[in-house]
């Protein structure tokens, strides 16, 4: 059985060093070639721009500033459906005929709706740009929200949002949602609901997308085969034609409601547990100390303290994480797992604790200097390792205004910070006592419940 397992372990090194030498090289490549342009068309598009001539491909994304947090009261899962309807007929083409032309384009059209953004990409061959982009630009400008396109898709997000309805972790996510933010957007429902679904009609989504898609609130990264003045004649005759700014409704900041339980009596044999406490702004002068507090919290996978406490010296649970939640109008740091009904008040209480730790003692040496290592050699393989992944990042690093010389300054941003810094992020964010969602069988009478 030891060699079997000596031989399981050799094979899957042998793997993964093979992964290792095929990724790395363009890893490192597309790392090496990020020199970010900023391109202002004659209509003042602008857009981040990365050159990239090493295959001939053009990746397009884009974000308009809204998504869901702009459905309407009563109209939950309008954004979401309109979405998935951009690649289901435009212009004088109905959907089969849009889906034929978009092979023929030989390109990959996508859309999708978050709470703060509406995200839409195109990746598509450089001698087909031209075909390709036409069809992006019908998408963008003329939809046509067909009643056929539209029953289907709603049919299929509605059986997902009916199935998603006795799933437990999708109860907590509404409940934990709602006690979070009240009536707030962010405790909306994205997909929409059985109730709200079935009243949407086209006259909605062409009214959404009327007043959501504009050149004010559009927000560009295009990576690959393309140069800047192509690109300048590119994205006025894709995004020209639509209005200048957007009519959104406005959005309030919100913080999280914490100290407080939340308890959903469902039979599982397992219980989730969720821990919400205060998070920071992206752009806020401690946010990187915050940053490293939290990986060694809970967000590096297998290393963090949580996971050594819950997972490895107990066995609790196959995962626990903690995350930095960035949204546009608010921000909290959560703490995920779920574990065995009948030890998730010792996995709870051993949460409290590792927070209360690092809240009162900070991180050692050792510790911040491997979370930096981690942190600072990982961005390149998650984040620049394709085209498609550089365009995005160029969008989340214009949205969340962090400057285009970013990629540059981040190393140097990471390293700078000491362990008093940590120390002093972990105070402000780990004293506060958290919001906690518990989502299991009650507990046996008699027990800490």
């Given at each position: 059985m030891m060699h079997f397992k000596n031989r399981l372990s050799t094979t899957a090194t042998t793997v993964f060093l093979a992964l290792l030498f095929l990724v790395m090289p363009h890893v490192m490549a597309a790392r090496a070639a990020v020199t970010i342009q900023e391109v202002i068309s004659d209509k003042g598009i602008k857009a981040w721009l990365v050159e990239d001539y090493s295959v001939p491909i053009v990746a397009f994304r884009f974000a308009f500033a809204g998504g869901t947090s702009q459905d309407p009261v009563g109209k939950d899962g309008l954004s979401n459906l309109m979405t998935g309807l951009f690649d289901e007929g435009a212009g004088d083409?109905?959907?089969?005929?849009?889906?034929?032309?978009?092979?023929?384009?030989?390109?990959?059209?996508?859309?999708?709706?978050?709470?703060?953004?509406?995200?839409?990409?195109?990746r598509m061959l450089a001698d087909q740009k031209d075909e390709a982009l036409d069809l992006l630009r019908l998408a963008i400008e003329e939809p046509r929200f067909d009643q056929a396109p539209i029953d289907r898709i709603r049919s299929q997000i509605l059986s997902g949002v009916i199935a998603k309805a006795k799933d437990p972790n999708t109860i907590a996510g509404f409940a934990w949602s709602e006690a979070l933010y009240g009536d707030h957007a962010y405790a909306r429902r994205d997909d929409g609901t059985e109730e709200t679904l079935p009243k949407l009609t086209a006259a909605d989504l062409h009214a959404l997308h009327k007043a959501q898609f504009s050149r004010g609130n559009l927000i560009v990264g295009v990576v690959g085969a393309i140069d800047a003045e192509t690109l300048k004649r590119d994205l006025d005759k894709v995004f020209g034609s639509l209005p200048e700014q957007a009519t959104q409704t406005p959005v309030v900041d919100v913080a999280p409601k914490l100290s407080q339980e939340i308890r959903i009596p469902y039979d599982l044999p397992q219980t989730t547990l969720q821990l919400a406490y205060p998070g920071l702004e992206r752009t806020d002068p401690e946010f990187f100390a915050?940053?490293?507090m939290n990986h060694i919290l809970g967000g590096g996978t297998f290393?963090?303290?949580?996971?050594?406490?819950?997972?490895?010296?107990?066995?609790?649970?196959?995962?626990?994480?903690?995350?930095?939640?960035?949204?546009?109008?608010?921000?909290?740091?959560?703490?995920s797992t779920a574990t065995r009904s009948?030890?998730?008040?010792?996995?709870?209480?051993?949460?409290?604790?590792?927070?209360?730790?690092?809240?009162?003692?900070?991180v050692t040496?050792?510790?911040?200097e491997d979370a930096k290592k981690y942190l600072i050699g990982s961005y390149a393989i998650s984040n620049l390792n394709s085209s498609s992944s550089?365009?995005?990042?160029?969008?989340?690093?214009?949205?969340?205004?962090?400057?285009?010389?970013?990629?540059?300054?981040?190393?140097?941003?990471?390293?700078?910070?000491?362990?008093?810094?940590?120390?002093?992020?972990?105070?402000?964010?780990l004293r506060t006592e958290p919001a906690i969602l518990i989502v299991g069988p009650e507990a046996p009478k008699g027990g800490k419940g």
């Open positions: 083409m109905d959907s089969d005929a849009f889906q034929e032309k978009l092979d023929d384009a030989g390109a990959e059209m996508g859309f999708n709706a978050v709470r703060d953004a509406t995200y839409g990409s195109m915050a940053f490293l290393s963090s303290r949580l996971f050594d406490e819950v997972r490895e010296k107990r066995g609790l649970a196959y995962g626990v994480d903690s995350s930095l939640m960035n949204r546009k109008h608010t921000n909290a740091l959560v703490i009948d030890r998730a008040d010792e996995t709870l209480d051993i949460i409290r604790a590792e927070v209360g730790r690092m809240a009162d003692g900070g040496d050792k510790e911040l550089i365009a995005s990042t160029l969008v989340e690093l214009q949205i969340n205004d962090l400057g285009k010389d970013y990629l540059e300054r981040r190393e140097a941003l990471i390293q700078a910070v000491t362990k008093d810094e940590v120390q002093k992020a972990a105070t402000r964010l």
